[in-house]
Structures are given as structure tokens and as C-alpha cells.
């Protein structure tokens, strides 16, 4: 029996990057899943993937900026799983825009997507994981949560969504649901392929590598099981040791 033996997982931006790897690893503990995403073809070839391999998962078409899409899809895979247990608000965006650089349509996309997305996907599934006797909701912030950056929108709305969690954690524990933030560093993911920070990034990560998709979804099966079941509210940083400090090269380690 897996951890997550008979509870139904919803990720948003399942289709491809870290969404995927979570959608795959908590299959393998024995979740069913919602793949949900804007990635049509994706996001059902990822289904139609795990149900070949003898696992239960179905593809819901969500923009999730439009809160209308999580009531629908709510509904839906409620329909088709009977309950939702689990909800991983994974779906994000990056403009890459300094303050100067930043039109006021980007920064409302970047808000929409990352910070309404996250607060509609509360709003749909919270009541229906309170029907089933509560749940677990990890929101993927960032660690540009947790300081300033060149990407003003992005910083921004993820120190948002880290103040949503806490928010969400406070409201929803009476009705025994767990919120946690995870605030990733530099992960290789199509969302920055190419992009130039990614090597000298690396290079200063005490660890010695950029972290991938698979390093997310084992903190994310750790904080959707009972393994974490104390724990809510809380931020996790994961990003191979970048933020602890800097490495000075008058102090090599012996
Ligand atoms: N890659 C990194 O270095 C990194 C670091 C910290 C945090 N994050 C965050 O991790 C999360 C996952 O990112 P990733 O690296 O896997 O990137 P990714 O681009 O591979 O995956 C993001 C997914 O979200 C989906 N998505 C985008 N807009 C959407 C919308 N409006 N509605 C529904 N789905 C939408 C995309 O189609 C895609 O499947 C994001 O929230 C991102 O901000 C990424």
C-alpha cells in the first residue's frame, strides 16, 4: 500500500514540469489523479500515460486565472473520483520583467495566474476535500518569495501566494485541511529552458547542481501524506542550499 493509498490528488498545471512529476509519483502511491492544465494535448497523453500503466488519472481542461474552469473541473473529477483529498496549486508563470519593464497587462497576467489561480483553487476544492473529512494543499511559491529579484511580477505574486498559505492554513483547519508552501530554487523545467542565470546559478549552489522536477515532487508527496500531518502553514525551501548563505573562498571546507 502506498502513502497515498485511496486519495484523489487535483494538480494544477499538471501537464508538463513539476505538476507532472507529482502527478506520476503520488500514482505511484496510489492516488488517483486530476491532471489539470491549459495544455490539452499534454495533459491528456500524461492521462492516458498513467492509465496504460494501471493507474487512475483524467485530464480537466483549466485556465486557472478563470475560476469559473475550477468549478467546472471540481466537478467533475468529484463526479468521476468521488472526492478530492489533495490539491497542489502548481501552476505558474514568469514574464521576466523588471519594474521599468513591466506593462500593466503582464504584471495582471502574472497576478492572475499565479496569485487568483491560487485563491480560486482554494476557494473549489476546499469545500469539497471538508465533505470527505479534510485534505492536504501545498501551493508552489518560489524562493523569489523570499527576496527581490529582476522579475518583479513573479517575486511579487509569489510572496502573495506564501501569504495566502498562511491565510488558507488559518481558515481551513477547522475543517482538517493542512496548506503548505513550497518555495523551490532554480529547477530545470521548460519554464526557464535556455535561459541564461541557470549555469552561474548552479554554479553557486552549495549542493553543485540545479534541482529537478522529481527533488519537488518528493517534498510534495512528504507534505500531502500523514507523514507531515502537524504540519500547516508552513514555507518549505528547497534549492540544494542557495539561500543559506554565501560561500566564502577564504573558508573552503577541509
Ligand atoms: N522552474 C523553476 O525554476 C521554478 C522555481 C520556483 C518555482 N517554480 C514554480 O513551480 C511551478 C511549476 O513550474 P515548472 O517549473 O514545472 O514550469 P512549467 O512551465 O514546466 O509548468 C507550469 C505548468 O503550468 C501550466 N500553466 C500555465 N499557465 C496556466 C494557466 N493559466 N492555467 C493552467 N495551467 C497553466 C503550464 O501549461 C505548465 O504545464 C510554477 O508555479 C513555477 O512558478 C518554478
Same mark, same amino acid.
Given at each position: ?20 512529476? +507529482? ?63 489533495? /490539491? ?82 488559518? +481558515? ?48 510534495? /508527496?512528504? /507534505? ?31
Amino acid at each position: 500500500m502506498g502513502s497515498l493509498a485511496g486519495r484523489v490528488a487535483f494538480i494544477s498545471g499538471g501537464a508538463r514540469g513539476m505538476g507532472a512529476a +507529482e502527478a506520476k509519483l503520488f500514482v505511484r502511491e496510489g492516488a488517483s489523479v486530476a491532471i489539470a492544465d491549459i495544455l490539452d494535448d499534454r495533459g491528456r497523453a500524461l492521462a492516458a500515460e498513467i492509465e496504460q500503466g494501471g493507474g487512475k488519472a483524467m485530464y480537466v481542461h483549466v485556465d486557472v486565472s478563470l475560476e469559473a474552469d475550477w468549478i467546472k473541473a471540481a466537478a467533475a473529477v468529484r463526479e468521476r473520483f468521488g472526492r478530492i483529498d489533495i /490539491l497542489v496549486n502548481n501552476a505558474g508563470i514568469n514574464d521576466r520583467q523588471t519594474i521599468m519593464g513591466t506593462s500593466p497587462e503582464s504584471w495582471r497576467k502574472v497576478m492572475a495566474v499565479n496569485v487568483d489561480g491560487t485563491l480560486f483553487g482554494l476557494r473549489a476544492i476546499a469545500p469539497i476535500m471538508r465533505d470527505g473529512g479534510g485534505g492536504a494543499v501545498v501551493n508552489i511559491a518560489s524562493t523569489a518569495g523570499y527576496s527581490g529579484n529582476s522579475f518583479a511580477a513573479y517575486a511579487t505574486s509569489k510572496w502573495a501566494v506564501r501569504g495566502l498559505t498562511k491565510c488558507a492554513a488559518l +481558515e481551513f483547519a477547522p475543517w482538517r485541511i493542512r496548506v503548505n508552501a513550497i518555495c523551490p530554487g532554480l529547477v530545470l523545467s521548460e519554464l526557464n529552458t535556455g535561459q541564461p542565470y541557470i549555469e552561474p546559478m548552479a554554479k553557486a549552489t552549495p549542493l553543485g547542481r540545479a534541482g529537478d522536477v522529481e527533488d519537488i515532487a518528493k517534498l510534495a /508527496l512528504f /507534505l500531502v501524506s500523514d507523514a507531515s500531518d502537524y504540519i500547516t502553514g508552513q514555507d518549505h525551501i528547497i534549492d540544494g542550499g542557495f539561500t543559506a548563505g554565501l560561500v566564502l573562498p577564504s573558508a573552503p571546507a577541509k
